[in-house]
Each structure stands twice: as structure tokens, then as C-alpha cells.
């Protein structure tokens, strides 16, 4: 799990870089969209894609941190070097942690 938490409110929540792998495009989930997370504590999280595509995960740990940021201002800020735009962004958290995540059962082809 993210090991940075935010408190928002009365609520507690944490950020999770989750990698989906062997995940056709069409699955991925859209901002806004509904997930269900199961065992985030465990050796053996659980996810449940809004089309009900289970997938299973383990954490790994990652090389250096994965940072978070909120979507950059449209507000451009002078540079020090000449032609580079630069904005600004809210950081929102780090984690050093990946949860890996792929099918719990290989995808069924048809013949």
C-alpha cells in the first residue's frame, strides 16, 4: 500500500501505484469509474474491474520512488532557460512500493 497517507476531511485514504499488466486497453479502468479492491493488507490483494475482470497482484519493492503529482496550472511561470515553459504542481505523495497486478485466470481464446 502507498506509504504516504493523506487526510482529507475525516477520511483516510492512500494512494496506490498499481501496474496492470496483460490488461487489454478496453479494461483499464476511467477516471470516475468504480473498482473493487480486495486484501490490499495481504500478500495477495485482489481487484475487480468495472467489466468483473479479476485481478490479482503482489507488491514489489521499486528502484529510487514513484512522486504524484495534481495535473499542472495552465499557468505558465518565466523560465531560466530560454524556450522551456514551466508550471506548477500540487505534489500529492510518494511511494516506494508497486503493486503488480495481471488476470487471475489466463484470458479464454477462442478457436
Not at 490490499?40 to 468495472?50: E, F, I, K, N
Not at 510518494?94 to 489466463?106: A, C, D, R, V
Amino acid at each position: 500500500m502507498a506509504e504516504t497517507m493523506a487526510n482529507q476531511g475525516a477520511e483516510d485514504f492512500a494512494y496506490i501505484y498499481v501496474d496492470l499488466q496483460h490488461i487489454d486497453d478496453s479494461q483499464i479502468p476511467t477516471p470516475g469509474s468504480t473498482i473493487t479492491l480486495q486484501s490490499l493488507g495481504t500478500s495477495a490483494p485482489q481487484m475487480q474491474l468495472p467489466d468483473g475482470t479479476i485481478v490479482s497482484g503482489k507488491y514489489e519493492g521499486t528502484i529510487g520512488s514513484f512522486v504524484f503529482f495534481d495535473k499542472p496550472c495552465n499557468t505558465e511561470l518565466p523560465s531560466a532557460a530560454k524556450g522551456a515553459p514551466q508550471s506548477k504542481a500540487t505534489f500529492l505523495c510518494h511511494t516506494e512500493k508497486l503493486l503488480t497486478m495481471q488476470p487471475s485466470s489466463p484470458p479464454q481464446t477462442s478457436a
